[in-house]
Each structure stands twice: as C-alpha cells, then as structure tokens.
C-alpha cells in the first residue's frame, strides 16, 4: 500500500504556545487528506478533510481559528494547533487518497500532542 | 448527527474459536470500510464493501454489506493471536467517512 508519513511522531508543548503537524503522501499524489483525533481506546473523529489548493471543510464543533489546515500540494497537508491547551492533548492521525487509491485511505502513523 | 456504532465493544475468544463484529449506521451509506489497528498504531485498511449486500472474503476474514446499506459485519474464522486489535468499520456518508465506535478483539492462545 501507500506510504504516508506524519511529522512529529510526538510533541510536548507548554500552554498557549502553537504546534505543527506535517502529513505527507510519500508516493502518491492525495488529492484528499483527512485529519483525526484519537482519545485513548475510543474511535477515530473526523475533524477536518482537506483538499489539495482549496479550503478544508471541518466538522461540526471543530474550531477552524484554532485548528488551522493547509493542504498546499498534493503531497502535504499540515494542521497546525493553535494556543494549545491542556485539553488538546490526544493522538492526531491523518489519512490521505487519491485518484489511484480510489475511495482507500492511508493513514500516518499518527502524532501524539501532550500540552502542559 | 450521523453515528455508526458496533458492537460488541470488547471480545475475548480462545484462540481458533470465531469472532463477529457488527456495524449500524444511523444512515444509509455509499459504501463501507473496515480498519484494523494494533495497540500503539494506526488503522489499517482491510477492505471496502460498495454494493448492497456485497460479500468479500479474504482468506479467513469474511465481511458483509446489508441489503439496505445501514450496516455491516466482520467475521473471524478460527482466530489466532495476529488477529489481535481493534477493528473499526467506517461508513461513507457523503464526502466523508463515520468511523464506527470500535470492537477490541484479544485472543487468548
């Protein structure tokens, strides 16, 4: 299968400071990228999808001010948390397809952000 | 909201007994895709079911889609300690996929 890849694998911040997490399709072109959040032992929720040169589309409840998305090419996506908070500290996965992949997803393997 | 639930969402079975997983979408679904992920790793795609009362089979691994594409199953054959993890199905609701609430399967050898 593809490979995607996710940058930091993990990340300690203090609180209020911002994090940036890096998603990037090693060797396809994704002309969709999803990012997830994880809590531990629960289910993956979808916070935003992303398409490549266009603006993400994010879930009910998920703040776009604060959990900025860019997906500039078709081969990287970044979301980049904002003032962090203690409360945002959990396991952020994305997923990438593409026309090659059909409706498949690819996931990364996943950052995970603990605020102080 | 849309919601996919499965059940159950703990499984213990001795090693070559069968397991089930099940899937119910509170909405009826383009298609559906079952995830298999391993304490401390990321899903993994194991197959996409597309047509109303589609069945796949790989090797050991049987997956079924209902005819009214609200819900969806996993089964096990003879389970062995690989099978291990949780396994998601997510649904396809428009431009999105619902991933369902998980079961976590441990397979006592």
């Known amino acids: 299968g593809a490979v995607v890849s996710q940058h930091p694998s993990w990340v300690i911040c203090k609180s209020g400071t911002s994090v940036k997490i890096e998603c990037r399709s090693l060797?396809?072109?994704?002309?969709?990228m999803f990012w997830y959040r994880q809590f531990p032992k629960q289910s993956l929720m979808l916070m935003a999808t992303?398409?490549?040169?266009?603006?993400?589309?994010?879930e009910q409840g998920v703040e776009k001010d604060k959990f900025l998305i860019n997906h500039a090419s078709l081969t990287l996506s970044t979301l980049t948390v904002t003032s962090a908070h203690p409360e945002d500290s959990s396991f952020y996965i994305c997923?990438?397809?593409?026309?090659?992949?059909?409706?498949?997803?690819?996931f990364g393997p996943g950052t995970r952000l603990t605020v102080l | 909201g849309q919601q996919v639930m499965q059940i159950p969402q703990y499984q213990h079975v001795q090693e070559g007994e069968d397991f089930t997983t099940y899937c119910n979408s509170s909405?009826?679904?383009?298609?559906i895709q079952w995830y298999k992920q391993r304490p401390g790793g990321h899903p993994v795609f194991l197959i996409q079911?597309?047509?109303?009362?589609e069945v796949k089979k790989q090797k050991r691994l049987t997956f079924q889609f209902g005819e009214a594409k609200k819900n969806s199953s996993l089964h096990i054959t003879a389970t062995q300690t690989t099978d291990v993890g949780t396994y998601f199905c997510?649904?396809?609701?428009?431009?999105?996929?619902?991933f369902g609430t998980g079961t976590r399967l441990k397979v006592l050898a």
């Open positions: 060797d396809f072109q994704a002309t969709t």
């Open positions: 909405t009826t679904l383009s298609n």
């Open positions: 997923s990438a397809s593409g026309l090659a992949s059909g409706n498949e997803q690819f």
């Open positions: 997510a649904g396809r609701w428009a431009y999105k996929y619902i």
């Open positions: 079911l597309v047509k109303s009362g």
């Open positions: 992303s398409n490549e040169g266009s603006k993400a589309t994010y």
